[in-house]
């Protein structure tokens, strides 16, 4: 009889707030999906730090995967400014050990960097090809993982996105929800304009492109553009809360460890010219997440 191998997909990073949805999302069929027949496997820390190269490289070779989605990250900004050399073990040579791990079975290797690659001088939308210059630690050592992927493995994918909120973690929306129910006032910064992007819909963009075999690197985030502010105004309009006031600040007043680009939008046209596929504005996914989410 001739028995077909199982494909397989490896999910690194799989008990963050993106890894969570998305490990959902490549599980479910609509009985069209031609990722369907692949097994999809999950790992975070418990089962593999990346941190280490030999442990890393042997348990990716012995799952021997078709294709690695590389999620795991110290995406802490600030905290990577205090402890930049673990940044940097994480977020650059954990790419590094990935990509040596999938080179080693011929995987194709999808990997989720951010829009903190760009310093936000342009003032208008990133395209993939603009030149980075990350600000902060962060940035500088997700870029730098970007690199070590391209360096090892032709068959890449890079998805750059930003300002993630979602089910299952810390976020944005649950921080000003949670400040609303304690302070009848907030201070949010009015001077980083971006796009909030919904861990769902990302995640279903992420499927979509590794299913037209994508490759190079991708920018892809909810359309339409705001500020922290703006997006807090319409968490709490949308949640129904009344009687808290949101006063606008600056970034300086605000005075956080790592710097952040004042207009890191990115133009993800170019997923909509190979796909076809764009995402819904920002507030109606917003919308729908705060009418699904507890
Ligand atoms: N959140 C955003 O706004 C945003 C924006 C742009 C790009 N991204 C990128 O999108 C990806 C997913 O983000 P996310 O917000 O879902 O992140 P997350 O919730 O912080 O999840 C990251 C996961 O990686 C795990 N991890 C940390 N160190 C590890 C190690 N040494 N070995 C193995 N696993 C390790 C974490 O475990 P612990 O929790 O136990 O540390 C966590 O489960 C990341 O690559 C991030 O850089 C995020």
Redesign the pocket.
Known sequence: MNKQKTKRILL??A?????RDLLKILRSSNGTDSLENFEVIGW??DE????QEVSTLSKIESLRPDIVI??????DVDGCEINPDEAFR??AE?MKHVAMGAQACGARVVY?????VFDGEKKEAYVESDPPHPLNVYGQT?LKGERYLQERVEDHLII?????YGKY?K?FVSSILRQAREKQTLTIVNDQAGSPTY?VDLSKAIRTLIQHNSRGIFHVANQEVCTWYTFGQAILKFSRIEGVSLIPISSKELSRRAVRPSYSVLNTQKMRRETGMSLRPWSEALKEYLSTSP
């Open positions: 690194i990073g008990k963050g707030m993106l890894g975070d820390v593999i730090d990346i941190r590389h999620l795991a990250a110290y995406t994480v977020n954990g989720l960097s951010t829009d903190y997700k750059r996105t930003q300002w993630l973690g976020n861990t």
